[in-house]
């Protein structure tokens, strides 16, 4: 998995919550390019003709996420994601849902340290309801209390279920190790204490500072004009007034000079076992290289270190490269689940297989099953037009919507002599966060 996956490792990593059901970057034509304007007030319209069905996907993308959160606001972010298609004055509790149902469509909603994203699919003849829904949750959410308590019930049980799970876990760990004090290393969740606090009057405040009109992106993909698009997008987004978004300080990733290390005692018998290197943020020229990197070392069962470690050496019972490119940072994790008594060896036998990426490189045969393989998952994250715009949505959120249409090609450019370049800026022996989920009786 690699920075095209970032959207699967924010679900992974973080929190969602759905309802219902429901070619390359640069394959578009000029003819079927998505549009973008800022509308007068600051809000991002991206509006793409997209006719592979009769529906229309709607996003609103929030430039708000746990970056943004104080240390007493933890887990804002999220409980708004939650919050949201409970109610507003003109739309009691559970009428948003009855709507989007009653039209044929789904709903969905998730959260990241970057954004908070909100989505409708619905019939494409229902294109204004659903702009008008939008536009309405962004900034008349009443926060019913009845409501809130409830889903203060729903976030507790994902709290249970993150901590439960140990790979989901493991990455969470793997984050806060490798980030902390940087708000990439906060739960995105908030902690029990803070969410058991939490008041109306609270989130209500969190809201309205941030949901202004400077934050939002407003992304429809389906088979709609982009002109019909706009008007419905004036004649609501565009009445919507506030002041400059805010942009809480954020201080630069610390440094893993050294290494950190953290060990964790749980329930299960077998051994889990994370490293993480601080590599490129989004807007990096390295993204691209580090992407194929990524896919070559651990993306597949022909990838290095399945080949090496589970086929080779018999050191894991799985292991994969991830990815997790964000706008101020990014971290490229190895992740394994094997036998305890094989932890050295394998942490041992990672840092071998990359250090042979340093010195002797990639060959081309790998480089191009890498580009093929990018090709792929894209191919498959654009299948639908809630797919397409999420990433066009993520792609204005967290770097921009012309490096994300040019982003195969440049891909296919990067050289296999890069790919080594960047193995060596990156990844130092010494640099890397690790986190080990020890079984109860093994030692280390």
Request: net charge neutral.
């Amino acid at each position: 998995m690699t920075a095209r996956g970032q959207l699967l490792i924010a679900l992974v990593l973080f929190a969602g919550c759905a309802s219902g059901t429901a070619g390359g970057r640069d394959r578009a034509t000029a003819a079927t390019r998505p549009t973008r304007e800022v509308l007068p007030n600051g809000v991002v319209l991206i509006a793409h003709e997209h006719r592979a069905s009769d529906v229309v996907a709607l996003q609103l993308w929030m430039r708000v996420g746990g970056r943004d959160e104080t240390a007493d606001e933890l887990g804002l972010s999220h409980y708004l994601e939650h919050m949201l298609f409970k109610g507003t004055p003109t739309r009691p509790p559970g009428s948003i849902d009855a709507l989007i149902e009653g039209l044929g469509g789904t709903s969905n909603a998730f959260t990241s340290h970057d954004y908070t994203h909100f989505d409708v699919v619905l019939p494409a003849q229902h294109v204004r309801a659903g702009v008008e829904l939008l536009a309405d949750i962004a900034v008349n959410a009443n926060f019913d209390q009845s409501e809130l308590d409830a889903e203060r019930k729903v976030v507790f049980e994902e709290m249970r279920l993150t901590e439960d799970n140990p790979d989901r876990f493991m990455v969470r760990r793997l984050y806060e190790v490798a980030y902390a004090p940087h708000p990439y290393g906060r739960p995105i969740l908030g902690t029990p204490q803070l969410i058991g606090a939490l008041t109306r009057d609270r989130l209500s405040a969190y809201y309205k500072k941030f949901y202004v009109p400077g934050d939002m992106v407003l992304v429809v993909v389906g088979a709609v004009k982009p002109a019909d698009v706009r008007a419905a997008a004036l004649a609501t987004f565009g009445r919507i007034s506030g002041p400059p978004p805010p942009r809480p300080p954020n201080p630069s990733p610390p440094s893993l000079a050294g290494g950190r290390r953290d060990d964790v005692r749980r329930s299960e018998q077998q051994a889990y076992l994370g490293l993480g290197w601080r590599t490129a943020a989004t807007n990096e020229p390295d993204v691209y290289a580090i992407d194929l990197l990524t896919y070559i070392l651990g993306d597949s069962p022909s990838s290095r270190l399945n080949q090496r470690l589970r086929e080779q050496d018999r050191l894991v019972f799985s292991i994969e490269a991830a990815y997790g490119a964000w706008e101020k940072a990014g971290l490229t994790t190895v992740l394994a689940r094997l036998d305890a008594a094989n932890l050295a060896r394998a942490e041992a036998t990672i840092l071998d297989v990359i250090r042979r990426v340093k010195a002797e490189g990639v060959t081309e045969g790998e480089r191009q099953r890498a580009i093929v393989t990018a090709e792929s998952n894209y191919a498959f994250d654009i299948e639908t037009a809630e797919g397409l715009a999420k990433t066009y949505g993520q792609a204005e959120t967290t770097w921009t919507l012309d490096d994300e249409l040019a982003y195969l090609s440049r891909l296919r450019q990067v050289t296999a002599v890069q790919i080594q370049a960047v193995a060596r800026k990156y990844f130092a022996d010494e640099n890397y966060a690790r986190v080990r989920f020890l079984p109860p009786a093994s030692g280390r």
